[in-house]
């Protein structure tokens, strides 16, 4: 049975690949790797063994050591950082704290994700055989986290980067990187790593990595069950059915994510100006089903802004239909059959969708059927780039739904400053309350846990009960397909799709 006769349309699988070595990682991504640059690409490299980074977090929402033995904080202003001996880049040379203190500085100079979130009076000094000094200036609370993002502080031999100037392909086989596989090759097809023989971990345990970038979906999964490749990324998940009866090709699900997919309310313009009505529909939206029915099971129920898993997350969504009812009806809005009116208007709201997340596609049929279920009428809008319609006013709509992470890598103030804050470069509803903007200028200079605890609670207690503008619809589950032979894969957290120990099943 092949899936092009279930799901694909015709859909072909890779023209021209060659046949697989059984001691290769044969990779499927969406995205394409677009040069060596470590600072507009080089984030990609910890995803597939190639980088890495001084700390990493973990399924549990920790973040745990990696290329530093510790991180610790000594005063709101200071944090030593130790960096972990033995460990070389792969063409050789030792990653001491000059080398590392040099990357630090190459990605703060050139780097404006590493300048948004790294005070530009903070200093970062050698004061030990191992051991690095960093005074913030001012309370950098996150700075774990920001040593665990993959975009911020990637640890790279800076020598041969400067050496090599724009000429990103001279990096090809420069061995710039720390991690098990050294790239090689580079072209818009896919990317070549090669096993690198001392890493610090001990040697990884397959010889090389291919990964290609197939950016059609109906192709990377044609390509698994072709056994073109082990591991294709971004499985649509409403064909969770149709993996399951076809031959070679098994969803792999992994821990819950970070994020989720998010739905963003134009709190300006339009109904959900209202509150009652804001908060009707985040009472009306199933989040047991969605996560369970509608995306069988490959997803886990919303409930809250953030991951169950992390320990200030508040579990206050809740699914009452009578409740949503019983608010619209106090409100003023008349329901006559699924159509509610209120001084000749029809309650009725436009949808907002892309075409590169194909799970929004049942995800916003399910929530018009949520919708009709308290009498609101809607429709669906598909654009190409959310944040671009949104922001530029080029369609007019009135729930933006988008995946996205609310606390990426343990990092919630990147969120909160940009999706809610009053002036948030992704406030994609012109949303701004004077206490919740307080407490997010509180917590980004907090340092102390249980207060930033307590000030998530309170945002999270005002976005659901007071003032709501934004909410999960789903949380998402880390997913890939494979192949039978790599069916034992567990798909990483933070992007980490390739480690030096990642091999199929035995």
């Not at 990637?154 to 020598?159: C, T, W």
């Not at 949104?390 to 739904?401: H, K, Q, R």
Request: aromatic residues 8%; hydrophobic residues 45%; negative net charge.
């Amino acid at each position: 049975m092949k899936l092009k006769s279930l799901l694909l349309g015709g859909a072909v699988a890779l023209a021209g690949a060659p046949a697989m070595a059984d001691d290769i990682i044969n990779m499927a991504t969406s995205f394409q790797i677009r040069s060596m640059d470590p600072v507009s690409q080089g984030f990609w490299m910890q995803e597939f063994g190639q980088g890495e980074l001084l700390m990493k977090f973990q399924p549990d929402g920790t973040i745990t050591p990696w290329l530093a033995e510790s991180v610790e904080r000594t005063d709101d202003t200071t944090w030593v950082i130790t960096i972990r001996d033995g460990v070389t880049f792969q063409n050789g040379k030792v990653m001491d704290v000059p080398t590392v203190l040099a990357a630090i500085e190459y990605h703060r100079e050139r780097n404006s994700g590493t300048q948004a979130v790294l005070p530009a009076e903070a200093t970062f000094t050698q004061t030990g055989p191992f051991e690095i000094t960093v005074d913030t200036g001012v309370p950098v609370p996150e700075m774990p986290s920001i040593l665990a993002h993959e975009s911020r502080l990637m640890i790279i031999d800076v020598e041969p980067v400067l050496a090599a100037g724009e000429d990103y392909e001279a990096l090809e086989g420069a061995g710039i990187h720390t991690g098990p596989y050294k790239v090689v090759d580079l072209n818009d097809q896919r990317m070549i790593a090669e096993r690198y023989d001392d890493y610090w971990q001990g040697t990884p345990a397959m010889a090389g990595v291919e990964l290609r970038f197939v950016s059609d979906v109906n192709a990377r999964i044609l390509a698994v069950q072709n056994g073109e490749v082990d591991i294709a990324l971004y499985p649509p998940i409403a064909a969770a059915p149709v993996f399951a009866v076809t031959p070679n090709v098994n969803l792999a699900l992994g821990a819950p994510s970070t994020g989720g997919f998010l739905s963003a309310m134009d709190v300006t313009n339009g109904a959900f100006e209202e509150i009652a009505v804001r908060k009707a529909v985040m009472l009306a939206v199933n989040y047991e089903e969605l996560a369970n029915d509608v995306f069988h099971g490959a997803k886990i129920p919303a409930t809250s802004l953030y991951n169950p898993r992390f320990p200030w997350a508040v579990e206050n969504y809740r699914y009452d239909v009578d409740e949503a009812n019983a608010l619209l009806d106090a409100a003023g809005w008349v329901r006559d059959g699924d159509t509610r009116t209120r001084d000749g208007e029809t309650l009725s709201v436009t949808l907002m969708i892309y075409p590169q997340q194909p799970d929004l596609v049942p995800l916003s049929t399910a929530m018009q059927a949520y919708l009709v279920a308290i009498g609101i009428q809607s429709e669906i809008v598909s654009v190409d780039n959310v944040t671009e319609a949104t922001m530029n006013d080029l369609v007019e709509w009135d729930l933006a739904m988008v995946a996205t992470g609310t606390a990426t890598v343990g990092s919630v103030s990147g969120f909160l400053n940009r999706y809610v804050a009053c002036e948030g470069d992704r406030n994609y509803g012109g949303y701004c309350n004077d206490r919740v903007q307080e407490l997010i200028e509180t917590l980004d200079v907090t340092v102390d846990e249980e207060t930033r605890y307590d000030l998530l609670r309170e945002i999270q207690t005002i976005l659901v009960e007071e003032d709501p503008y934004v909410f999960n619809a789903t949380i998402l589950i880390e997913r890939a397909l494979t192949s039978d032979a790599w069916s034992n894969y567990v798909p990483a957290v933070a992007w980490n799709h390739i480690k030096y120990d990642t091999a199929p099943n035995e």
